[in-house]
């Protein structure tokens, strides 16, 4: 139904979040953090066909003998330099503005790696020590 009168939309800033972690789970500041949509928990960036990237770690969130949801990982969106795959998966400047992909908590690649890797965000540059992904 459409607004018939004013309304308060609340709203917050779009580049922090918390999430909770899942069980077993060590997450180092500075590395990919993706919801793993078989459980809903944050995790580490890794090859997998289930994470959803949301952001990069603000610190270290150890929950390696805490059960699911123990505690709560801080991640910040915005565009970050990671490692650069090798080989003929490696993202060049030609890739400006496609999805790159997760290969691990701290590297993209410009494949899926024949569909075993989920997208981790879009590239916005390269550069000799790596590449700048937009989350």
């Known amino acids: 139904m459409p607004l018939t009168a004013d309304r308060n939309t609340v709203s917050r800033k779009g580049d922090d979040f918390e999430f909770p972690v899942k069980a077993a789970t060590k997450i180092y500041a500075g590395s990919i953090v993706a919801i793993d949509s078989a459980n809903a928990y944050a995790t580490k960036g890794a090859a997998s066909t289930t994470l ?19 505690i709560n990982v801080k991640v910040r969106r915005g565009v970050f330099r990671f490692a650069n795959s090798g080989a ?11 999805d790159c992909y997760i290969v691990d908590d701290q590297t993209v690649a410009k494949t899926n790696g024949t569909n075993t890797r989920s997208v981790a965000g879009k590239v916005r540059d390269v550069d000799a020590a790596g590449v700048w992904v937009e989350f």
């Open 88 to 98: 003929g998966d490696a993202i060049t400047l030609a890739d400006l503005n496609a």
């Open 52 to 70: 959803k990237a949301v952001g990069v770690a603000q610190e270290l969130a150890d929950n390696a003998s805490g059960a699911d949801g123990a």
